[in-house]
């Protein structure tokens, strides 16, 4: 016999102060990335002749749209973190760094290339 879940409640509870930290420090940390969009949108917007027309620019749609899914990234990514601390059980400081480190190594080794050639990297691997 097959039960339907709700999906809503199979979520772990995760403390919204938790994510709004998270939040933060996400937005904090990709600024540097999202400088150039804002940078060049300010410059748009001082040489626009009126509001209405910055506003109806394709530059200030393109700003506000990676504004926007970069905070709903930085939100889910925040919640999953939490989510995985609270799962997992982790108490300490050290074990929070230890999941962290975990976490940033498995997102950051699809880009991390160890040799200039992949055929080198993928002998390494077998050796």
């Known amino acids: 016999m097959l039960t339907r879940l709700d999906p809503l ?33 300010y410059h748009r917007a001082k040489a626009a002749d009126s509001k209405e027309e910055f506003f109806k620019s394709r530059e200030t749609a393109t700003a506000a749209a990676s504004w926007g899914s970069s905070l709903v990234g930085s939100a889910i990514q925040s919640y999953g973190v939490g989510a995985l601390i609270n799962a997992t059980g982790t108490l300490s400081y050290k074990g929070a760094a230890y999941l962290g480190s975990l976490i940033f190594f498995a997102s950051a080794a699809p880009s991390v290339r160890l040799f200039g050639n992949p055929r080198l990297a993928l002998f390494a691997c077998m050796l």
């Open 9 to 41: 409640t199979d979520l772990p509870p995760v403390k919204p102060s938790a994510i709004a930290i998270g939040i933060v420090f996400t937005q904090a940390s990709t600024i540097g990335v999202l400088a150039p969009v804002f940078g060049d949108t």
